[in-house]
């Protein structure tokens, strides 16, 4: 099936920094989504955007759905241990289709040393 | 808050057994979803249901049946486990209506192993 290109694919930052990722499509999507999982859990979703040029933020998170429509960003500053993890971007055409079906990237995996 | 739980978080079934992974949603939600994760391959759509008794294939429906008897629960059912299906499974529900439509909310997972 059809993925998104997240990148990067992983990171390995210090405590302390701003960490930026990305998702693009060569389509359009009505709903941009952020998820992060932790090991051996299932993905907890963090921010949903669901308007073009939409920022929201969730406490040291801020997501940014793309005014083409295309891509999405998330950033995390100042990071923390507890930040480890795979963040997930998906995208839903809600609207065109009623199934709820979305598209998922590959995941960036986090890794934080303290 | 939306809760999405599953049956059992780990399971080990031998090869030819008949499997049966349950999934439950508490927040009335329409969508529920059957996903399974493998390194390399992210998360791949097995099945989905929009409805009681509904249900549609996603993109790899092969060895693997669904049952929605009931709104609030999704059946994921391996007729004879075979290896190749050793996987983290994840099951997920969302409203159908508007955007939340797209909102999937995840159970935390079955890690199941066939021997």
């Known amino acids: 099936g059809q993925q998104l290109n997240q990148s990067p694919q992983s990171m390995f930052i210090q405590e302390g920094e701003d960490v930026s990722m990305n998702c693009t499509s060569s389509?359009?999507?009505?709903?941009w989504l952020w998820y992060k999982q932790e090991p051996g859990e299932g993905p907890v979703l963090l921010i949903a955007?669901?308007?073009?040029?939409e920022l929201t933020s969730n406490g040291r998170l801020t997501a940014q759905f793309g005014i083409t429509r295309k891509d999405s960003f998330l950033n995390i500053s100042a990071s923390i241990p507890s930040d480890v993890g795979i963040y997930f971007c998906?995208?839903?055409?809600?609207?065109?289709?009623?199934?709820?079906?979305?598209?998922f990237g590959q995941g960036t995996t986090l890794q934080v040393k303290p | 808050d939306v809760k999405v739980t599953q049956s059992s978080r780990y399971l080990v079934k031998r090869t030819g057994e008949k499997v049966f992974l349950e999934c439950v949603q508490d927040?009335?939600?329409?969508?529920m979803f059957w996903y399974r994760q493998d390194p390399g391959l992210g998360l791949r759509l097995i099945y989905f249901?929009?409805?009681?008794?509904?249900?549609e294939k996603g993109d790899i429906p092969e060895g693997y049946s669904v049952s929605r008897e009931k709104k609030e629960r999704f059946s994921l059912i391996l007729e004879s486990a075979s290896t190749n299906q050793t996987s983290m499974y994840l099951c997920?529900?969302?409203?159908?209506?508007?955007?939340?439509?797209?909102?999937?909310?995840f159970g935390p997972g079955t890690r199941l192993t066939v021997l």
């Open positions: 997920a529900s969302s409203k159908r209506g508007g955007a939340s439509t797209d909102t999937q909310y």
């Open positions: 389509s359009i999507f009505n709903t």
């Open positions: 955007l669901y308007k073009a040029g």
């Open positions: 998906a995208g839903g055409r809600w609207g065109s289709s009623n199934t709820g079906k979305l598209i």
């Open positions: 927040m009335d939600h329409e969508n």
């Open positions: 249901s929009y409805d009681v008794k509904m249900k």
